[in-house]
């Protein structure tokens, strides 16, 4: 795939006890499961599950065909009730199946700006428990240890939630922290994503649990925060060197253009190499991120 950001390591990913439709189960600890699912070929990110105290909580219900999936594999590994759902962020790909639960007893625990939002988009239709973090807050699920947190800015998303935990050093990032190829940026910041990712990489980790690729090691937290910096300095360097009539055109061929022109430079061969054939999209959207910010 690329140099800089680790492949998929077999040991961090435990031992399989589930093969579906294109998803993989593995156990990572006693009370820690991973759902490695596939986005491209079933619009679906990766989940968790998480086991204590009679109950077991999921991250992440990608699809309503993911979420009867999910019920399903939870009843026949763990033999227990679905009672805890963590939304990393509110992305399509992250969150289209909630409405199989929105009649049931389960506790939704997501960003405040996240709880505000759903119990507005579903006023009078739910029945759920939509709880906010603000963040940060430590929870017991029986004797497993949850540590929720979010950044207080946006990174991926205004609405990011890590949910950590600290006995097994295992951190679940939703969009964060994934397979480089895939990372995007529609509603980033990415300037604050470099900060919050170099802040969060402070903590020891063993495992990070990303919303898309396999389980990585915790290298992979500074590696990604390496990769947007490189994106984010071409990008202002490429700022720098428009010419005046470029600095106020943000049509889509004058972006492709610029981006073609940078792309055959030698500093743009690391973002190349890590990003692969996604490499310029991701340039494109940083860019003009950038330069929207340049000109406001
Ligand atoms: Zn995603
Ligand atoms: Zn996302």
């Known amino acids: 795939m690329n140099s800089a950001i680790p492949d998929k390591d077999d040991v961090l990913n435990g ?7 294109r998803v993989f189960i593995y156990r990572l600890a006693d009370c820690l499961y991973f759902r490695k699912a596939n986005l491209l070929e079933r619009g679906q990110c990766n989940g968790v599950y998480i086991v ?12 309503m065909e993911a979420a009867v999936e999910m019920e399903n594999e939870i009843r026949m590994l763990f033999g227990l009730p679905l009672r805890y759902i963590f939304l990393t962020h509110p992305h399509k790909d992250h969150i ?8 049931s007893s389960v506790t939704f625990i997501v960003s405040s700006l996240l709880a505000s939002e759903l119990s507005r988009s579903y006023r009078g239709k739910n029945k759920a428990l939509f709880m906010g973090i603000d963040r940060d807050a430590l929870l ?9 947190f979010t950044s207080g800015y946006t990174m991926h998303s ?3 939630l890590f949910v950590h935990l ?13 397979e480089p190829w895939i990372l995007y940026y529609h509603s980033a910041d990415v300037k604050n994503w470099i900060a919050g990712l170099r802040q969060i990489g402070r903590q020891s980790y063993r495992l990070v649990l990303p919303g898309h690729g396999p389980v990585f090691g915790p290298d992979v937290i500074g590696k990604t925060a390496d990769f947007l910096q490189s994106l984010y300095d071409l990008a202002g360097r490429s700022i720098d060197e428009l010419a005046p009539g470029e600095r106020c055109d943000l049509d889509a061929s004058t972006i492709d253009r610029i981006t073609d022109r ?8 690391l973002i190349k190499q890590n990003g692969g054939a996604e490499a310029e999209r991701q ?13 406001k």
């Open 262 to 269: 940078i792309f055959c430079r030698p500093e743009a061969a």
């Open 15 to 21: 031992e399989l006890v589930y093969e579906g439709d």
């Open 96 to 103: 289209d199946g909630i409405g199989h639960f929105l009649g």
């Open 140 to 148: 017991y699920l029986g004797d497993t240890e949850i540590r929720v």
């Open 166 to 178: 600290p006995k097994e050093k295992a951190l679940c990032t939703g969009d964060c922290v994934v």
């Open 52 to 63: 204590g105290g009679g109950a077991v909580a999921a991250v992440d219900i990608p699809t």
């Open 283 to 295: 340039f494109r959207m940083v860019f003009r991120r950038r330069l929207y910010e340049f000109l």
């Open 158 to 160: 205004p609405y990011d």
